[in-house]
Structures are given as structure tokens and as C-alpha cells.
């Protein structure tokens, strides 16, 4: 099956600071979500990106298909960014294929 | 619009017994795909139920079934509960591959 990596592994940031998540896949895929898992465990949708760029408030995402990998970017961050961000592949009848994800943890 | 809603949020069982979770999908939506993801990492996918059929299947052993019914609600049973059964229980529907998530069924086995 399809290899996910996600870097870095762990982030700590000081609110305000911005960051870049990195999501390497090892096959073309149909389409990737980011998600925030928050401390609750709640998966929240962030983006649903095939290729090129979405933003989303202070959040923006680039996926790059042909080289295999996708960006999230996360600017000015503030404390409630804090928790593990999540990509997934989107592979055969949507079935997702998780990375392990980077824990963000964003202090005051 | 109520999302995607799980039940139990929390569950703790006796190992060899069994667990139900139940799954209401987002309106619209007729696909519903259950992961287990335990401490510290991603989800992983267990099976996905789609015009109440198992459409396609994780690499789970035959102890996790499930079920989906004519409204596209599902439910997750596992039988025979061993202690690495305890995790978070995620519940996906989806229509046309975006995917959204309940909140999820914390099972934690004795």
C-alpha cells in the first residue's frame, strides 16, 4: 500500500510563530485531506486538496502530486492551534490512509 | 445540520467480551468507514460499508464485523475483546470522497 510520512514528527512554537508541515506520500493518489485532531480527539477538516494551493484563514495548504508531497502552512499561530495534524491519501472508494502525524504544541 | 455523531463516547469492557459502537452519518452522505487508531498514532482503517455491504476491508482480523442499515447508520461490533482492542474508534461518512469524522468511541479493555 501507499507509504505516508509526515515531518516534522514534533513542533513546539511560541504563539505568533509560523510553521510549515510537511506530508510525503510513495504513490500517486486520487485526492489528501489535513486534518486537527484535537485534544478530544475530534478529526477536524482542514483541507480536501487533489493539487495547488487552498487557504483558510491563517491556514493554507499546497499539494504538489507530481513530486508526491503536500504542505500545510500555519501562520501567526495561537494557542489553540495546539494538537496533531493529520494527512491522509485519498485512496480507491475514498478509503484513507493516515500518516503519524506532527504534534503541534503552540505556547503562550 | 447534525455532522457525523458515535455512541458510546467512552466504553470500558472485560477482555473476551464484546462491543457495539454505532455510527450516524452526516446527512447525505451514504458511505460510512470505521479506523481504530490506538495511542500516539494515525488512524487505521478497519472496513467501509456502502449500500449495506462491506465494500472493502483493513487488514483486521474476522473478531471486528459490522453493519450498516437502510438509513446508512453503522455499527462496529468486536468480538472476543483482547487488551489491544483498546483505542479510539472513529467513525467517517463520506459521499463523493471527502470524509468527515465523529468524535469518536473511546474503548479501553480490562
Known amino acids: 500500500g501507499i507509504q505516508v510520512e509526515q515531518s516534522p514528527p514534533d513542533l513546539i512554537l511560541q504563539e505568533g510563530a509560523n510553521s510549515t508541515l510537511r506530508c510525503n506520500f510513495s504513490?500517486?493518489?486520487?485526492?489528501l485531506q489535513w486534518f486537527h485532531q484535537n485534544p478530544w480527539g475530534q478529526l477536524i477538516n482542514l483541507f480536501y486538496?487533489?493539487?495547488g494551493t487552498k487557504q483558510n484563514g491563517r491556514l493554507s495548504a499546497t499539494t504538489v502530486a507530481t513530486e508526491r508531497y503536500s504542505l500545510l502552512y500555519i501562520s501567526s499561530s495561537q494557542t489553540t492551534d495546539s494538537g496533531v495534524y493529520f494527512c491522509?491519501?485519498?485512496?480507491?472508494?475514498?478509503?484513507?490512509?493516515f500518516g503519524a502525524g506532527t504534534q503541534v504544541v503552540v505556547t503562550p | 445540520d447534525a455532522g457525523v455523531t458515535q455512541s458510546p463516547t467512552h466504553l470500558i469492557k472485560t477482555r473476551g467480551q464484546q462491543v457495539t459502537l454505532r455510527c450516524s452519518p452526516k446527512?447525505?452522505?451514504?458511505?460510512v468507514s470505521w479506523y481504530q487508531q490506538a495511542l500516539g498514532q494515525g488512524p487505521q482503517f478497519i472496513f467501509q460499508?456502502?449500500?449495506?455491504?462491506?465494500?472493502q476491508r483493513g487488514n483486521f482480523p474476522d473478531r471486528f464485523s459490522g453493519h450498516q442499515f437502510p438509513n446508512y447508520s453503522s455499527e462496529l461490533n468486536v468480538n472476543a475483546l483482547l487488551l489491544g482492542d483498546s483505542a479510539l474508534y472513529l467513525c467517517?461518512?463520506?459521499?463523493?470522497?471527502?470524509?468527515?469524522f465523529g468524535q469518536g468511541t473511546r474503548l479501553t479493555v480490562v
Open positions: 467517517a461518512s463520506s459521499r463523493d470522497r471527502e470524509a468527515f
Open positions: 504513490d500517486s493518489v486520487n485526492n
Open positions: 486538496i487533489p493539487s
Open positions: 491522509a491519501v485519498v485512496g480507491g472508494w475514498g478509503k484513507l490512509q
Open positions: 446527512s447525505g452522505h451514504d458511505t
Open positions: 460499508y456502502y449500500e449495506e455491504e462491506e465494500r
